[in-house]
C-alpha cells in the first residue's frame, strides 16, 4: 500500500508544480522559472527544518512567500517581453538559481554532523517526516491537502472578476489593455501566485525526497512544469491534474514493464495525445457538470426534434 | 454413464490437485529484485548489473537454489526495475518492491539516486520515532563514498575508493618519484565523480607527495573540452586525473590527444574501467590507469565474466558486485533461517539485514572482501591500464 501512497505523493507535488505554471499560463505568458521556484522552495524549508528544527508548515508557507517574493521581483523585469524572449529570459533564471544551489555550501552542526547544502552534492538528511513519526499516508494526506486547498483556490479564482482578469490579458493583450487592464500588474501577480505555489510543491518535495541537488531543478523539470497544464488543457485546474496523473502515473510508472521501450513510447504517447486533443486533454473550456451527464445532448435532441416537427 | 463421467471427473480433479501440491512444494521461491537505471545515459551500468544478477541467480538455482529454515531447497526467482537514475523513480521503484514479497532489494545504480532512497529508509534500526521503510537494501553500483551510513538497513558492496586511490597514489610515487605535479579533471555535475575527485583522488595525490597544479571542470553532458584542455596543456603536469564517466573521459582524451598534452601517468575513474572508454576512444585511453575491484584474473572470476556476457551484460567492478551480491544473499540465507512464507515476510527481512549487518567477511571474485561495520565494503582490487583495445592488470597491490 504504501507504494500507492507514495505515488500518489508524487502526483501530489507534481500537481502543485503543474499548477504554478497554469496561473502563469492563463495570462498568455509561457516561464520556465518555475523549476527555479520550486528550487528556491526546496531549499529553503530544507533548511528550516533540517538546520534549524523548524515545524513543516511554517516551512513550506515561508517556502511560498520567499519564492513568490523571488518570482515578483523576477517578474518586472521578466514580463516586460513577450513569447520567444520571455521563455529565454524565464530559462535563464531558472538555470542561474540551479546554478546557485550548485554552488552554495552552507552547513551547521545538528545532533554531532554537519546538515545543509553542500554544493554539487545535495542536501542530505531532509528527514523532517520519518523523524517527526509521520507514516506515508499521513504525508500522502497532508500533501492532498496542500494540493486540495491550492487547487480550491485557483478553482475559485477562476470564477471570480481576478480568473477573468487573467484570461482576457492571455487571450488579448491590446484588447485587455484597452478596457482598462494593467497588464504589468496582472502578469507580475501571476508570476508571484505561480511562484508561491511552486514553492509550496518545492518545499514538499525536499521533504519526500530527503535529498535534493541542484541537478533536479533543471530544464527538464521546468518542461514538465509548463508541458502539465498544456497537456491537460487551460480550461480547468483540473486538466494539470489529469495530465499529471497520465504522466506521472501511466506513462512514467505504469509502464515501468516495459523497460527501455518505455522512454520512446513516453514521448510517442505526448504526441498522440497533443494530436488528439490539440488544446489540452480537458480543453480550453471547462467541462460542465450537465456536458459530462449528457443532459445538454438531450436538450439539442428535445429541440432539434421540435423543429423537424 | 453418468456416475462413470463423475468419477472419471473426480479422479482427475484429485490428481491434478495432487500434483499441483506437489508441484508447490518444489518450487517455493525466494524473491529478490534488483533496481537502477537501465535506460537513459548510464543505463549500461542498469544493464550489466542486470545481467550479472541474473547469470548469478541462474548459477545459484542449478545448484538447487538456497535452503531454508525447514530445510526445503527454494530457487531464486528475480527482476530488474528501472529507475533512469531519477530519485523520485528510485524511491517509487523502492517502494513498489517493498510492497512485494521480495526479502531484498538489490541496487540502485546513480549515487543520486541512492541518497535520497536511503534517506526514506529507517535511519536506525528499532528507533520507534523513525517512521522510515524497513527493507534491506545491498547496493552494487552506486559507489559514492560514505553513503550506507544514511541508514541502518543500508549495506553496499561497493569498493572502498578512498583504500584504492591512496593505494594508487602510493604506488605511482614509489614507481615513478620524479613525478611532482598532477592536474585533476572533474565531471562536476555528477555526485559519484565531483565526491571522488574533490574528497579522495585529490587528497589520496597530495599525500603522497604530489602537487596539484589545476583543475579543470565540465559536466556530463559537454561534448566540447578545448578549454579545459588548454588550461592542463599550460599546466604541463606530470600526471592528469579524470574523474569522469566514459563519455566524457572520451571526449576530454580526444581533447587531451588532439592538443598533445602527454602526461606521464593518466589516473581515470573507477567507473571507466569498462567496455565503453574502450568501445569509445581506445587509442586514446592507451596508458590510462584505474584501480578496480574486478578483473578476471583467476578461474572464478573468468568464467563469471563468460556468464555474464552470456547474458548480454559486461563484467566490470559494478556488475562484478551485483555477482558478488547474488552469493553474498545465498550464503545470508542459508544460514539466517528464512521461512519464506508470506506471514513470515517481516520477519524475514528483518533477519537478512541483521545477517548482513553481522558479516565481517565475505566471499568475492577477486579475494575475501571485509565487510565494515558501517555497512560498506573494503575489497581485494588490482590497477588496470588500457592496453591493445583491452584492459591489461598493471599491478596486482596483494601480491
Redesign the interface.
Known sequence: ???YF??AQ?IGVHTLLGLSAYVVLLTGQVSMAQAGFYAIGAYTPGAMTAMFGLHILPAIVIAGLVSAGIACIVGFPALRVKGLMLVVATLAFGEMVRLFF?NLTWQVERNGELVGPNG???F????Y????????WHVTVFIWIVVAVVMAALWWMDRSRAGAVLRAVGHDEIAAQSIGLNLTAVKVGAMTAGGFIAGLGGGIYAH?????????FGVLLATFAIAYPILGGLGTVFGTLIAVLFIQGFL??GL?FM??W??LLFGALIVLAMNLRPTGLLGEHAPRMKHLLGLRGRKTETLESKEAN | MKLKSLLAAGLLGVSTLALATAAAAQDKTIRIVGFGA???VV?IFGQNSSAAMQAAFEKINEAGGVTLADGSQAKIVTEY??D?CN???G???L??I??TDALVAIGPTCS?VA??LF??L??KVDDG?????QFPVFTDVAIKGGLAG?SEWVFRNTPSEATMYDSLFAWIRQTHPELKTIYGGVE??F?HS??TWYEVMKKAAEANGFEVVGEAQWLLSDTNFSNQARGMRRAEPNVVAISAHPFTTCGMLREMARQKIEPEVLVGLTSSSSLETISGCAAEAQGLTIPTSFAPVNQEAIEAAEAVVAKGGQMDLHSASAWENAFILRDVINAAGIEGTAESLEEDRRKIRDALAQLTEAPGLLGQNKRMPDGEAVKPYVFVHAKDKGWEVLHEPSS
Open positions: 500500500m504504501d507504494f507514495g505515488l508524487i550548485f554539487a552534492e545535495g542530505r538528511a531532509i528527514r517526516f520519518p523523524q517527526n513519526g509521520w507514516e506515508v519526500t525526497v530527503t535529498h535534493i541537488e541542484h541537478g533536479v512514467i510508472e515501468r523497460g527501455d518505455r522512454s | 537501465s535506460s537513459g543505463g526495475y528501472d533512469r530519485a523520485e523513480e524511491i517509487s521503484v517502494r513498489r517493498a510492497s543520486n541518497e535520497p534517506g526514506i529507517q535511519a520515532g523513525d517512521t522510515g521503510l544514511i562536476e555535475d555526485a565531483r565526491f
